[in-house]
């Protein structure tokens, strides 16, 4: 397996102050709840909402759709579910990717039966290219090709999420 950077560092940085200065400007004033999926939205999670500057409710769910591959399975399970309750709440769900959009659209759906005031997605990365369900992100970081990538809180098998980049994981011989 070989690393090539897709994004750098700095680049995701410098958009996701950008993506915290709009979700500022769109939300009213009260707390907003960042619903970080579990894992790989985990470090996104971290610089996003400290690029937000109103008031945040930080929360964790796990949702696993993905096997130890590189496809997903198909099948959406809760592995983790929310603490509180997010009946009125802005709900703002903090995911690493959207790809096929089963997780989201699973997950959305499952928000919205808890009469949250409103619930969007921010998501780093977008695959549009694979979308299998409609879903609608209201903040993305980057558009991609379809290729599978790793880094920033996203794995292979739970390898590379520490990586500072988000780099794609190609075939081939050892760098
Ligand atoms: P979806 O349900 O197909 O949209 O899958 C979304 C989940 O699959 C994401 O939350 C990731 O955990 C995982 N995933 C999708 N594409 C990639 C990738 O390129 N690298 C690592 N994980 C991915
Ligand atoms: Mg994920």
Request: charge should be negative.
């Amino acid at each position: 397996m070989q690393l090539r950077v897709l994004l750098t560092e700095d680049q995701i940085r410098t958009r996701i102050k950008e993506l915290g200065a709009q979700i500022d400007a769109d939300y009213p004033a009260g707390n907003l709840h960042l619903v970080c999926i579990l894992k790989g939205a985990y470090v996104f999670l971290a610089d996003l909402a400290r690029a937000i500057k109103r008031d945040t409710f930080v929360e964790f769910m796990g949702i696993s759709s993905y096997g130890k591959g590189k496809t997903s399975s198909g099948e959406v399970k809760v592995t983790k579910d929310l603490d509180h309750s997010v009946e009125g709440a802005n709900v703002l769900i903090v995911e690493d990717i959207v790809d096929s959009g089963v997780t989201l659209s699973y997950l959305v759906q499952v928000l919205r039966q808890r009469k949250p005031h409103s619930v969007r997605i921010a998501a780093l990365l977008d695959k549009p290219e694979r979308r299998l369900r409609p879903v609608e992100v209201a903040y993305v970081g980057f558009k991609i090709p379809d290729e599978f990538v790793v880094g920033y809180g996203l794995d292979y098998g739970e390898k590379y999420r520490n990586l500072r980049d988000v780099c794609v994981l190609e075939e081939g011989e050892a760098a």
